[in-house]
Every structure is written in C-alpha cells, then in structure tokens.
C-alpha cells in the first residue's frame, strides 16, 4: 500500500455533484453509514476503514477493527481527526449538513445522494471506481440489478410502511424505500405524500391498505405492536419486515429482491 503522501490524487464527482480530490487508492477511510461501512468491507476494504459510526453493526466486527466517531448525525470531530481520515463517505439524508461541511473542510469527502435502485447501483460503482475495487463492485452491482430485474410482479397490493410510532410516520414518494416497494409489486397508500411524512391515525384508516408493514428500524417495531395497527385495520395483514433489507442501499441489497418476493408471495 501506498502512503497517502504518495497517493495519486482522483478527482471525482460524487452523486451531490461536488467535486472531489481523493488520494488514490485510499488508505485511511471514515465511513459515516452503516450501508455503505458494509459495503467498503465486502469490497475487500475492511482494513482500510479507520473511523465508523456507532450504528456501523455490519459487519460484526467493523466497530472492533476501526474508532466509532459518534452517531450519523453527531461526528465526535477530533476522533475523526485522530483516524487521520485520507477519505470519508457520508450520505446526503443520513448524515447532516453542517457537519459534512466542517469535515469538507479538511478532508475529501465523497457523498451518497440515493433515493432510487439506480442510485444505489450508480454509488456502489463508484465507491469502487474511488477505492480502487471496481473488479468487485462492478460485478456485485450487476448481481443485484439481475436479481431487482428477475422479480415476478403481480397485480399491485395497496400497502404502508412504517417507520416510526408516536408519531406515526411512513416511507413516501421521493424515498428508496418507496422505489423497493414499487419494484416488488406493492402500491405506497401514502404515494401522493412527500418523504417521510407524520400521518394521524385517520389517515391510514381512510388509506384502507391491504398490508401494513412495519419496519425493524429505525423505530424497533416488533411483535407487540401488530395489535396496536390490527385496531385501525382490522382488514389489513400486518408484517414485522426487515428495514434493512428496504433500506440499506449497499451490499445488503445482494438479499434483498429474494426477500421482497418471498414477502409478495405470501
């Protein structure tokens, strides 16, 4: 490996369309999302990532081998600068403005703008391209479009997903959930709604959905909670699904059309 002092530098436009000075291949590098810290490891870089987040729980051995600098949204900023980061990868709507822009400051940092399967196709190739591992992300990238393309849709089933309780909030249009929920064969109750809005308890009851699902995370919904939802919708199915498998946009989606299609098949 080479110093980072001796790095050629790889000027790169992330998908914010800023532009980016990366010493290449990086040696030192700060993932600030846990999708994309497991994709850097089943990219082959697991010993190239020196800082990841408290929620960084993929691999399970990514907060052992690197320093954990806070949440998504609150960087411990001089544990970052102790990892004496040569590149950091944040995302647009998981990690916060102002902090990206402190830490552009000092660092190269590359970030993720995804709200389509594209997009996370698109990031995944170009994480490789920046690492110097496009020999395994462009394979792995067409590995999951093919499974997304093999999925049998059939006629939509009128659905809403859960995010968060008390209060309650869904995954709209304009989110990567929603484009997962489309590709799968569901049809968002909340469609004509914007990103992650709060909604009433009315509001899913005049919806009528045929199933609710509720998401593993980020609220930890669970088995206690299908009466509370059973109550406003005695007529839907109610689902404990992974949010994961919905939601994390990197490697993790090499599982998850197998597991949308078991979902719409049973």
Not at 141 to 155: P, Q
Not at 165 to 192: E, H, Q, W
Not at 204 to 233: D, G, R, T
């Amino acid at each position: 490996m080479l110093p980072a002092e001796l790095s050629v530098p790889l000027n790169v436009t992330d998908q914010m369309g800023r532009r980016v000075a990366v010493p290449f291949p990086p040696q030192r590098i700060v993932s600030l999302v846990p999708s994309q810290t497991e994709l850097l490891h089943d990219l082959g870089l697991g010993q190239r990532v020196v800082g990841v987040t408290k929620f960084c729980i993929h691999p399970a051995q990514a907060r052992q081998r690197a320093t954990v600098i806070g949440g998504t949204k609150n960087f411990d900023f001089a544990k970052i600068a102790a990892c004496r980061p040569d590149l950091i990868i944040g995302n647009k709507e998981e990690n916060y403005q102002e902090g990206i822009e402190q830490l552009a400051e000092r660092y190269p940092v590359w970030m993720s703008d995804i709200t389509t399967l594209a997009d996370a196709l698109e990031m995944i190739r170009r994480v490789g391209l920046l690492t110097g591992q496009q020999r395994r992300a462009e394979p792995m990238a067409a590995t999951i479009a093919s499974s997304f393309a093999s999925l049998k849709v059939a006629e939509p089933i009128p659905v809403a997903y859960f995010i968060w309780r008390k209060p309650y909030m869904v995954a709209a249009t304009g989110t990567f959930i929603d484009d997962l929920l489309a590709r799968a064969g569901f049809r968002n109750v909340f469609s004509r709604l914007s990103r992650y809005p709060e909604i009433s308890a009315q509001h899913v009851q005049l919806a009528a959905p045929h199933q609710i699902l509720l998401s593993s995370e980020p609220y930890p919904f669970s088995e206690k909670h299908k009466a509370e939802f059973q109550a406003l919708c005695p007529e839907a199915q109610i689902r404990i699904v992974d949010g994961e498998l919905f939601s994390w946009y990197g490697s993790r989606l090499l599982q998850s059309a197998a597991y949308l299609q078991q979902l719409t098949s049973t």
